[in-house]
């Protein structure tokens, strides 16, 4: 089942085009990784997922994107869709508040005030991030206290306790070390039985070891799409062969 639709995207900034026609398809719950060489358009599609290139001045987009058959470019109400679609960035940004305040600030926007519905939602997402345990004594400590990758995790419960139905991560590693990175990867996999990941990645390991699906990004050009296993053993583009053989990138 198709969660977004793809048709067809470009997108420029000012003159420059970051995004050459990109057409693809989402599946729900999969986790669908995008690889390929720094600047070559991969963070610019994720964040045209849920609108966040909106924000950036000069910035252009033809073409559709549709989330479950609705297109989010025509009259979509922007803070709906950011509800629907999470996001976790490459550096953790949790708020400079306590740990419980950085979870509950997005259901207390969304019109939540009822103390013992935000402790179950401030709960359920820890949990759901595979962090509770760690900060369950620490609520009311700020969250700038925890440590990158605990930082990381709470980011993500963060983006869950608005119950999204799809989780951008635009790379969620990149700053963390091994174990922490382990964490994140075991933590997305477990994710995938409630909601669909988009997660971009330099590290082309993670994509083979997380990923159902990958997409080969060029130049703002998608090179190939395919099964993860296949993209990787059996590329049918020489340029994705050289990236993933390190040739190139």
């Not at 709960?123 to 990158?148: P, V, Y």
């Not at 409630?194 to 997409?215: F, L, W």
Request: aromatic share 8%; glycine share 6%.
């Amino acid at each position: 089942m198709e969660k977004f639709m793809i048709d067809n995207l470009d997108l420029w900034y000012n003159d420059f085009q970051a995004l050459k026609s990109i057409s693809m398809n989402v599946q729900a719950r999969e986790i669908t990784a995008l690889i390929g060489p720094s600047g070559c358009g991969k963070s610019t599609l994720i964040k045209s997922l849920n609108r966040m290139n909106d924000l950036i001045e000069g910035c252009k987009i033809t073409g559709s994107v549709f989330l479950d058959g609705e297109d989010i470019y025509a009259d979509m109400d922007v803070n709906m869709l950011r509800k629907r679609v999470g996001m976790v960035f490459q550096k953790p940004n949790p708020f400079p508040m306590s740990v419980y305040d950085n979870i509950a600030f997005g259901p207390r926007t969304h019109g939540i005030k009822n103390r013992q519905k935000l402790d179950e939602i401030v709960e359920k997402s820890l949990r759901n991030a595979a962090i509770w345990d760690e900060t369950k004594d620490r609520l009311k400590k700020s969250a700038l206290s925890l440590s990158g990758g605990q930082q990381q995790r709470l980011c993500i419960a963060r983006a869950l306790s608005v119950s999204p139905e799809v989780l951008l991560m635009d790379e969620p590693t990149s700053a963390l070390d091994p174990i922490s990175t382990a964490k994140i990867e075991d933590l997305v996999l477990e994710l995938k039985k409630e909601y669909t990941v988009v997660i971009v990645t330099h590290n082309m390991q993670q994509a083979t070891r997380i990923s159902d699906k990958t997409a080969f990004f060029l130049l703002g050009e998608m090179i190939e799409f395919g099964e993860t296993e296949q993209v990787f053993s059996m590329p049918r583009d020489k340029r994705c062969e050289d990236y993933i053989t390190g040739r190139f990138g």
